[in-house]
Structure formats: structure tokens, C-alpha cells
């Protein structure tokens, strides 16, 4: 507790430096800019620039990629507002309310609702991320091969089976994740698996390739080829910008309990921030002292799921950090970049590299005041972003997408395997099986099995590690208990219904 | 539903159960090549592609127990235009493949820039852009712009193909 | 210090020989091809090097190409493919393509390519938690010949610099190198958390790598493989173990040079390694300067080629 203070200080120090100061400009820009246009994503986006690595310093790099994922959830709120359709599955929440907000000519107030309410909450959120990271960093200590692997089966069940419309599609898009992570080398053994004797395949499929593939190429095929010939409406920024008295004291404890939401969410392997956007939104709709406004436009619809989704992507950063688990297709990126620099995220990334980490941290607290600047003054600007034509916009998404895809190696094998995992994602979407957990299982599989192994390895074959070791037992369980439970409270409901 | 339309579901949540069940099969089949020692672990570089195997087979069976026994669960629409989209443009999705494959044909030869403006002036045409020879000035920008932050920010060279003596006269090599 | 003077002998000899030739003058733009991702060891070596040469004048722009992968085979493919003839590239490479050619059976080697010059060294120790009951690297070996299972090793890649060194432990010590209970991880941190957590018996890495852990008294340093100790920790050699083994990185040329180019680019090379500027970054990464040019690079790198595969041969990983 005592160090962390003088850490944070520390921190502070090198996020202020003029160069990182920059970085983190550029990177919540360039956040909000994605979080506006539809199409682009920040896990898109952060894929498509870790060739950047090659000449960012790392502070640097993961200062800005960071700005990029939380800037996204500030932007999201704009298009999911004044268009109707959410720029990230995270806004789906706020578009429940948030555009009948705006039909109504309270487009201001919504944004405005979102903006502040997304500053608290990330604010918030950075702070526990401030005390409690060292605190897991005690505990991540502990953990052994048999804890993390425990850890990340209970991290795949949540991503594939529990979220989403339906487990055996999650599942179907997992097991194709850990299928094409099992390509290349055998990190243990120095065996050639799946790569067919191409030399390109034996390094594995990069996740750049992957993601770039899934989220760009396969994003272009579909909205070209179902979307594309339809008239955007959008709504009119009417009357103020301000919220009235009455506005902020519906939004406040929204705000809050949001937050006491998002957090938790992000920070254990759960997954993504759809499930506290919709979780908040529903509590707010059961709390609030005007349920006959909600589905017409209630403020703390848009409040409370806005800031649960920014409390969300800070509290991953916590797993990710602390343990080298990501929690989201972002965060699986972000991850990604790390190990670019040769650094794997874990217990003693924050002794190894207090500057970094450090840095890091201090620059989320002042990422979040650059983007209530951004998004509150500056929303005019915002808006005039969407009104790029989509034909340019999707072609510059694509120039943008192989050019990461064909930096890696400089090789045409990386585009043809891009626009194999363009179509995949064509399918995917078109037939709605859901593409993170295959993100995911590409970069959690290849780490689960080497400490699946590991584990095995020490214990000279005996498998009874994994229920003996208290922590990972205790983790198998929950993973027991996410399944189960779920599965007996739709049985009951049904038994209910009938 | 609209007869064409449900049969089209049938037909492809048929294809891709099978194609999942199938990708099983062939990663079993490939894993059976792998070899098994383990050293001390007992589980060898075969295990974790042998349960991948075994679990696309389940779920190949899965999808296709789902898909006999009514169709996959929680599907959107069928319908694109209950989806909010239109009827299913295979021009636009033509286009935008045109456009990856001129690129992976171009970028060795042509360079970089000129592989990039064709794809872009093919997807902007995808997406329904008349002015296909505007388009590819906008890619050319765009491209140029980044070939010269790649080479002079990043250092990375990237082909510069049949425009390399044009960007040598301007000091981009 | 020992390792200064050698270099400087070294680098006498390196100089006659480039001085011998009237040699033509070296380009003003070189390319450097680094097997690697942007980052690590070789990148750092290129890069470094790359600047030693800029802040000497001795060329006027290095261009770089990063292509990663398979222990750098993929970039040493690409090299031998692509630059045939060229006298202005240099190709950054190391003991760890050794092992990557001969463990993944690759179709290129190290003989299709010119050595230039061996530039630096990083020696190898080998530690065991803070409190592990081995207070001695006696201790350890012991507990390995009873049973060696139970002795879990954690370091780098399988077959790579890491597991050959305990490899070539076991081999000096008796104790049988099939029977190695290795535990690979990847660099940056993993390692270093497996073995203050006590997950693993031992850890085996550069001393870059651990150093500060070292000092930090959470892990205890039982020996080093280098000549002499370093940061005051005993020598394999001392102990009683006849192992020496350092993870080197050096430069090479295109294939098909002629001897008289292979001399520009070794006196090119060698005139960088004694820059001010190559020097702060031995100091700063930690590595020892161990300059050798052109043949005696050649033979050195047969010998240590064969010695190698030798070593993973024992260690029994190597796919029939």
C-alpha cells in the first residue's frame, strides 16, 4: 500500500513526459475516432498499428494502444446515440434508450450523460485498478502452472459458453480459435504441428491476421454485401448540450452503481463489457423512479451502460497486467503488443518495468480528462467524422487492414491467409457465431496448453495438481458453477413457465 | 419465413455443422501423426490437437443435432430486412474481392501504392462509389502518404514496385 | 577484464588482416536483414550496431528488415534467397540459429551464408529460488543424479541456449541428459515469477536476464558458464564442472562475397565494435564484447555448429 503512492508519483513522471503525453493524445483520439465510425473497432484498430512497434518505445506504444481501447468506449456512445447503431457490441445497451434520447430532440443531454458518466467511471475504475493491481500482484505470485491454466479454462468458459446467444456456436468459435493457435511450433518440445511444411506457418498464425481478417475483411464482406445500399439517418444535435438539474440527479447514482458493475466484470475473466452494459442497464431500469420513461428515452439508460462498459475495459487491464490474461479481443491484442516487445505481462511485469506499468496507469487518469475534453466541447467535430461516405470509409479500412496484415513478414502468404479469415468471417457474422472467442482461443490456447503441461511436467505426470492446489481447485469450480448454474435457472424457468 | 429464405438457412446451417465436423475429423487425422512422448509431463505435443479434434467433432455433431431438431437456436432473422439490411448484394461482396486479390497480385510487382489504390477504388465500388477513377486517386494518396510515414518515420521499407524510380527522383526509397 | 584484452587482441588481428587489402571503400548505405521481431536480442545487437557505424561516419544509412520466426530460419531463408552476391547486407544471427537449423531440419544453414564477424556474448547462470534447500550448485547436481524427475529446470525455448547448457551440465556431471525435466518459457518475466514462486527447482537463463533478482535476494546464483565469474558468482568450471558456454551473436554477409567484400564488411563491422557508442551498449545490455572476424569466425562457428548438435542429440528432443 505504502509503495504504491510513490509508484503512481512515478507514474505520473513518465505519462507527463511531452513525448507520452503525446502518445496518449494520439491514442484517445484516434479511440474516439474509431468508437465513432461503425466498422472500425479499437481491437481493429490497435491490430492494425502494432507494426508501429517496430519504432515505438514501448511506454510509448502501449500508452497509446491503451488510449485506443478506452477512447473507443467514450466514441461508441456518439454513433449508437445520433445513428441507432452501435459502433462497438459494448454501446448495444445504450442504444436501447440513447437514440429514442435523441429522436426525442435530447441528443445533448444523452451525450452529455455519457460523456461525464464515461469520465467518472473510468476515473473510478482507474483508481481501483491503482490499488488493487499491486494487491493481485501478491496473490499472482502464487500462482503456478496448474492456477493459471485453471484460470484460463474458467476464462474460456465465460467468453464462449456463458456469453452470447448460444454455447455450441461460442464454442464452435473457440475450438476453431485453439485449432488454429496449435499451428507452428511446439513451444515445448520444438515439434511442427499443422503447418504443412510452409516455413510462414511455423511461427503460428499471427493474431494481427486473425483479428484483421475477422474484424476488417470480414466486416467489409458483410456490410458491402448487406448493408451497404442503406440511407443512414442521422439524428439532429437539437437544443442543449447541457443537462438540466434534473438530468444529473438521475444520472449520478447511475453512474455509480455502473461503475460498481463494469468493474468487477472486467477485472475477473468474464468477458467483454456486454454483459455489465446490459446487467447496468437493467438494474437502472428496475430502480428508477420513472419506468414509464424507459424504452421512450430515460437518461439512466444511457448513463448507467456508458459508464459500464468504461469501467469494464479498465477493470481488464487488472488480469491483464497482473496475470498475462486477456479478458477481450482488445485486451488479447493489447497482449499481443506486449509480447512484440518481448514482454510477458505477469507478476513481474510491475518489477521489471514500473515504468511501464506505471506509466501506464497514470496515463489512464490522464487519458480520461483529454477525452471528456474530446467528447464534451469537441462533439461537433465528432459527428462531422460520420458523415465520411461509407464507400471511401470501408475502403480505407481495408488499405489500413492489409497494410498490418502485410507488414508483419512483407508476404502475400499473410493476405491470402487474410482473406481466408475474411470469408471465415463473412460466415461467422452472417450465421452468428461470435468472433471473439476465436480471437481469444488463438492467443489464451497456445499459453493454456503450455501451462497445462507445465504443470504436468513438474508434477512428473500426476494430474491430481489441478484439484490439489486450493486456488486452482477453487477456480475449477467456479468454472463448474458458471456452467451449471445458468443451465438449472433456464430449467426452472422453463418448469415455471409451463 | 419465406420458403426460399428457410431453405437457405436449412442448407447452410447444414453446410457449415458438416464443415465444422469435418475440420474435426482432419485435426483428429492430423494429430494421429504427431508424435506422443511427453517426457515427464505424459502429455505429449499430440494431446492439446487431439482434444481440439475431439471437440470440433462434438460440436460438428452438436450443430447438426441442432440443425435436424428445428434449426440452430437464437438465430437472427432470416430476413435481412427484419435484420435492418437489405437483400444480400453478391456485386458488393465481388467487388471487395476483386479488390483483395488485384492487391495480392499487385503489391510485389506493382508496389505497394499502386496495389492499394486498386483495392481501394474496388471496394469504394463495392459499396456503391460511381467514380471508380476518383477513387483511385483518393488510394493513391492515401497509400503514398503511408508508404512515406513507412519509410521515412518507420524505417520499413515497403515495395515501391513500378513506381520506384518516381519515388527515388522524390528522395523515397 | 580478461574478455577486453581478448577482444583487443582480437581486433589487432582483425585490422591486419582488413589492412593487408587496400580496401575499397564501404558503402554508403547498407541493409540489414535481422531474423527476429523488433525487440530482442538480435534486433537489439543489429540496431545497435547499425548506430555505432551511423555515429562513426562509417556508413551514411542502415536500412532494416525484421522478419521473425522459427528460431530465425525464416529470415535466414529469405537472406540466402534474396541477397546472393550483394556486398552491402549484413544478416544478424547467433548460437541460437544453431540449434533452430538443426533442431527444425532446416533446408538452410549457416554455411550457405558468409560469416563476417562474432560480436558479443551473454553467459548463462543458473539459480534456484531464495529458499530452496540447494544452497550449492553440489546440492543441485546430487538431487539431479538421484532422481531426475524431480528436478524440474525452468529457462528458454526447448533446445535452445538454456536447455543445452544443462544439457552439457549433465553430460560433465554424469548424470543422464535424456532424463532432463525441462520446463521452457518464454523470456520477459515468466521464468523469473515460475522460479521465485518456487514452481520450478531451477532456472537457467542469461545473466542479463536475472541479475537483478539476484541482487534483490530472491533468487540465489549457484553458478555461471562463463571463464570468469561475473557479479562475483562461481564459475561451472571452478565447481568442477568443465562447462563453458556463452550465447554469442554475431554478423553475416550475402552468400557468394568474394573474399576481398567479406574484408570490407569485417573491417566495417570491427571499426563500429570500438566506437564509444558500441561500447555503452555492451555495457548497458550487459553483454561481453567478442569480436572475431571472417575465417576465425568460420572456424569457430563449424566447431561450435557440431558441438551443438552433439548436445541436442543427448538431450534426446530432436524428432527421428
Given at each position: ?11 505520473f ?42 519504432k ?54 444523452a451525450?452529455?450523460?455519457s ?16 490499488l ?98 442503406i ?5 439532429k ?15 449520478w ?24 452494459t ?19 428515452g ?201 | ?52 479434434g ?77 467514380r ?37 527522383l522524390?528522395?523515397?526509397? | ?87 552491402n ?6 548460437m ?43 546440492d ?14 525452468g ?21 543422464d ?126 566447431e ?16 527421428k
Amino acid at each position: 500500500m505504502g509503495e504504491t503512492l510513490p509508484a503512481l508519483l512515478h507514474g505520473f513522471e513518465i505519462a507527463l513526459l511531452p513525448m507520452n503525453l503525446m502518445w496518449g493524445a494520439i491514442g484517445v483520439t484516434l479511440g474516439t475516432a474509431v468508437g465513432v465510425l461503425p466498422g472500425v473497432g479499437p481491437a481493429l484498430t490497435v491490430a492494425m498499428l502494432l507494426p508501429l512497434t517496430v519504432k515505438l518505445s514501448p511506454v510509448g506504444a502501449l500508452i497509446m494502444f491503451a488510449g485506443i481501447y478506452y477512447g473507443a468506449m467514450f466514441g461508441g456512445s456518439t454513433t449508437t446515440i445520433l445513428l441507432n447503431t452501435p459502433g462497438e457490441s459494448a454501446s448495444i445497451a445504450t442504444a436501447l434508450e440513447g437514440n429514442k434520447m435523441a429522436k426525442n430532440g435530447r441528443a445533448g443531454p444523452a451525450l452529455a450523460t455519457s460523456a461525464i458518466g464515461s469520465f467518472v467511471a473510468g476515473t473510478i475504475a482507474t483508481l481501483l485498478v491503482t490499488l488493487l493491481a499491486p494487491l493481485v500482484v501478491e496473490i499472482a505470485l502464487k500462482f503456478g502452472p496448474a492456477e493459471y491454466f485453471a484460470l484460463m479454462v474458467f476464462a474460456f468458459t465465460t467468453v464462449s459458453a456463458v456469453l452470447g446467444a448460444s454455447t455450441v456456436r461460442g464454442l464452435t468459435s473457440l475450438f476453431v480459435g485453439l485449432l488454429l493457435g496449435l499451428v507452428g511450433i511446439d513451444g515445448q518440445t520444438g515439434q511442427s504441428r499443422f503447418a504443412f511444411g510452409v516455413p510462414e506457418l511455423l511461427d503460428g498464425i499471427d493474431v494481427v491476421v486473425l483479428a484483421v481478417g475477422l474484424f476488417a475483411v470480414g466486416e467489409a464482406l458483410y456490410v458491402g454485401s448487406y448493408s451497404s445500399r442503406i440511407p443512414e439517418v442521422m439524428d439532429k444535435i437539437t437544443g442543449s448540450l447541457w443537462m438540466s438539474k434534473s438530468d444529473w440527479k438521475r444520472s449520478w447514482p447511475a453512474w455509480l452503481r455502473a461503475t460498481a458493475i463494469g468493474f468487477p466484470f472486467g477485472s475477473i475473466p468474464a468477458g467483454g463489457a456486454e454483459i455489465p452494459t446490459f446487467l447496468s442497464y437493467a438494474v437502472e431500469k428496475k430502480l428508477t423512479k420513472y419506468p414509464e420513461e424507459f424504452g421512450h428515452g430515460a437518461i439512466e439508460g444511457v448513463a448507467g451502460p456508458e459508464a459500464a462498459n468504461n469501467a469494464s475495459v479498465t477493470g481488464a487491464l487488472v488480469p491483464l497486467l497482473t496475470l498475462g490474461i486477456p479478458t477481450s479481443a482488445t485486451a488479447a491484442i493489447l497482449l499481443a503488443a506486449f509480447q512484440n516487445y518481448g514482454i510477458q505481462p505477469g507478476p513481474m511485469l510491475f518489477q521489471m518495468q514500473p515504468d511501464l506499468v506505471w506509466g501506464l496507469i497514470a496515463s489512464l487518469y490522464v487519458g480520461n480528462v483529454m477525452l471528456l475534453i474530446l467528447n464534451l466541447p469537441m462533439i461537433g467535430i465528432w459527428v462531422r467524422v460520420l458523415t465520411i461516405p461509407q464507400p471511401l470509409l470501408y475502403a480505407g479500412i481495408l488499405v489500413f487492414a492489409t497494410l498490418g496484415a502485410y507488414s508483419l513478414h512483407q508476404s502475400v502468404v499473410d493476405l491470402a491467409t487474410l482473406y481466408v479469415f475474411g470469408l471465415l468471417g463473412f460466415a461467422m457474422r452472417r450465421w452468428d457465431i461470435p468472433v471473439a472467442p476465436a480471437v481469444i482461443g488463438l492467443i489464451l490456447g497456445p499459453l493454456a496448453e503450455t501451462q497445462f503441461r507445465r504443470a504436468l511436467s513438474i508434477s512428473q505426470g500426476d494430474p491430481s495438481v489441478f484439484y490439489q492446489h486450493p486456488i486452482s481447485a477453487t477456480l475449477f469450480a467456479l468454472t463448474a458453477l458458471l456452467i451449471i448454474v445458468p443451465w438449472v435457472v433456464r430449467r426452472v424457468g422453463r418448469e415455471r413457465a409451463a | 419465413m419465406s420458403l426460399a429464405a428457410a431453405s437457405r438457412r436449412s442448407i447452410a446451417e447444414a453446410v457449415l455443422s458438416i464443415g465444422v465436423l469435418l475440420l474435426g475429423i482432419a485435426t483428429a487425422a492430423g494429430t494421429a501423426m504427431l508424435p506422443s512422448q511427453g517426457g515427464y509431463a505424459r502429455v505429449g505435443p499430440n494431446f492439446m490437437p487431439g482434444v481440439t479434434g475431439v471437440g470440433l467433432i462434438l460440436l460438428g455433431v452438436w450443430l447438426l443435432y441442432e440443425r435436424f431438431s428445428g434449426g440452430w437456436r437464437n438465430m437472427p432473422p432470416q430476413e435481412a430486412e427484419a435484420r435492418g439490411e437489405h437483400a444480400f448484394h453478391p456485386a458488393a461482396f465481388v467487388w471487395v474481392s476483386v479488390g483483395l486479390f488485384a492487391q495480392m497480385a499487385l503489391i510485389q510487382s506493382g508496389g505497394f501504392v499502386l496495389a492499394g489504390a486498386a483495392l481501394f477504388a474496388c471496394v469504394a465500388r463495392g459499396f456503391g462509389s460511381p467514380r471508380f477513377a476518383r477513387d483511385f486517386g483518393i488510394g493513391v494518396i492515401i497509400t503514398v502518404a503511408v508508404f512515406a510515414f513507412f519509410v521515412l518515420v518507420l524505417t520499413v521499407n515497403l515495395p515501391a514496385g513500378w513506381l520506384a524510380p518516381l519515388f527515388s527522383l522524390i528522395g523515397l526509397e | 577484464m580478461r574478455s577486453i584484452a581478448r577482444v583487443f587482441a582480437t581486433a589487432l588481428s582483425a585490422l591486419a588482416l582488413a589492412g593487408a587489402l587496400v580496401a575499397p571503400a564501404a558503402a554508403q548505405t547498407l541493409k540489414m536483414m535481422i531474423p527476429a521481431n523488433p525487440g530482442g536480442g538480435w534486433d537489439q545487437t543489429g540496431r545497435n550496431l547499425a548506430a555505432a557505424m551511423q555515429s562513426a561516419g562509417l556508413v551514411k544509412s542502415v536500412q532494416f528488415e525484421n522478419k521473425g520466426g522459427a528460431a530465425g530460419t525464416i529470415g535466414l531463408a529469405q537472406f540466402v534467397n534474396a541477397s546472393k552476391g550483394d556486398p552491402n547486407v549484413l544478416m544478424v544471427g547467433g548460437m541460437v540459429m544453431i540449434g533452430g537449423i538443426y533442431l527444425n531440419d532446416s533446408p538452410v544453414n549457416l554455411t550457405m551464408v558468409t560469416p563476417v564477424a562474432r560480436l558479443t556474448s551473454e553467459y548463462e547462470v543458473v539459480v534456484v529460488p531464495a529458499n530452496s534447500p540447494f544452497k550449492t550448485m553440489a546440492d543441485l547436481v546430487k538431487a539431479f543424479k538421484a532422481d531426475p524427475g524431480k528436478v524440474s529446470w525452468g529457462g528458454g525455448s526447448a533446445g535452445g541456449t538454456d536447455h543445452i547448457l544443462i544439457g552439457l551440465i549433465a553430460k560433465a556431471t554424469g548424470a543422464d541428459s535424456t532424463k532432463i525435466n525441462y520446463v521452457p518459457f518464454k523470456g520477459g518475466g515468466e521464468a523469473i515469477a515460475a522460479i521465485i514462486g518456487g514452481h520450478v527447482t531451477a532456472g537457467v537463463s542469461g545473466l542479463g536476464e536475472f541479475s537483478e533478482q539476484i541482487k534483490g535476494g530472491r533468487m540465489r546464483a549457484l553458478a555461471i558458464s562463463s571463464p570468469q565469474r561475473e557479479e562475483g558468482i562461481p564459475t561451472l568450471k571452478e565447481l568442477g564442472i568443465a562447462v563453458e558456454l556463452g550465447n554469442w551473436r554475431g554478423v553475416f554477409g550475402a552468400p557468394g562475397i568474394t573474399t576481398a567484400q567479406r574484408d570490407v564488411l569485417v573491417k566495417l563491422v570491427h571499426d563500429a565494435t570500438v566506437t564509444p557508442a558500441w561500447k555503452a551498449t555492451l555495457e548497458k545490455l550487459g553483454w561481453s564484447g567478442v569480436f572475431l572476424g571472417g575465417e576465425q569466425y568460420q572456424a569457430f562457428l563449424a566447431e561450435d555448429t557440431k558441438r551443438i548438435a552433439t548436445i541436442i542429440d543427448s538431450l534426446g528432443i530432436k524428432k527421428k
